[in-house]
């Protein structure tokens, strides 16, 4: 479980960029909304430790059990839907006690990517086979369906994008990738289609197809008129708007802001940038995107140092994480993509997020520690490619 490391090979550039960020995002919370802020502080210190422990686990201890993580996942996924308590008309998360409750499909983006990448590492040989690309989409199916049932789109596409990242890294071949985007492309495209032409689209619940038709039309075609998340993303353009260069600043008592006037909703969550543009204006936005994108690229440095296939995949899979629900969060709040509900990295509220993030983290710096040990040079993904 645990081996000797040298401390020298501990990526504490990584920790200082992850404190920074704790410290930026938990200002932030507070100014957005201050009851959350002792709550956040403590679910941030508690899995900031958590990080450093699993640091020094070796992760092919934790890679080992990739099979018990895969059911511990869709068991947790199996109780939402039987006993999961339900909210904005979607049944997402367990409650422990009568105050705290887990959303189990955020901690399906790390067990998939552990899972995937194991396998990958294991099967390195059939990755370019049709049989083992099914199988896998067979057994990955479980959990995506299960997310899709709660109903959680959102999750689903970051799940299916950290999935499709691991495996373009871990070396598929170009060939195969340009076949099935020959197949995808057209199923998005009808898909899109029919969203927009069928009032009721069947496996859809109808906020979910309102979402996508008001950000194609800017409202709802069938009656013209706009939706509470259009208003939402308005809000959240004129907010960061109104912050220009350098904002408003924190906790601030302006009688203009549309944060203190209650029109940026869910500000300690969702939209926590439009709260980041508006007070902390172009600059503060800056910040953000730099602390974030920094984060990323170390776990890509950590990938292309990492000793095996398995610790590079896992850390693709983590850097996709991260980098995707950055993208989308910001797209959403931005009004460049429709609107959904995926909270920004390290900066959202939701202590199930936070954990989910250290934990990746923590297997990320151990990867790191382990970069010089028993290298495996002749595993690049160039080599799988035909």
Known sequence: MFKKYKLRSYNFRLIALITITCIYALMVVNSANSSYTIKQGAGM??????????????????????????????????LVLLIGKSSHGAKRWLGIGTSFQIQPSEFMKLIIAIFLAKVISMYKDRLNTWKFLVIIALVLLVPILLIVKEPDLSTTVMVVLIVVTIIFCAGISYKIIGMVLLVVVPLIAAFLVYIIATPDPIFMEQYQRNRIVDFIYGSDSTDGTVSAGVYQQNYAVQAIGSGQLSGKGLNNEDPSSLKNAGY???????????????????????????????????CIITAVRAKDLEGRLICCGVAAYIAFQTFINIGVVTKLLPNTGLPLPFFSCGVTSLVNLFAAMGIVLNINLQRNVDRDDEIFADDFRG
């Open 45 to 78: 210190a508690a899995a900031y430790l958590m990080m450093i422990f699993i640091s020094f686990v070796d992760y092919k201890f934790i890679t080992k059990y990739y099979w018990l993580w895969y059911a511990i996942g869709n068991i947790l996924l199996v």
């Open 264 to 298: 940026i909703a869910e500000a300690q969550n969702d939209f926590i940038f439009a709260v980041i543009g508006e007070e902390l204006g172009f600059v503060g936005c800056l910040i953000t995107i730099f602390l974030l994108f920094t984060i990323v690229i170390e």
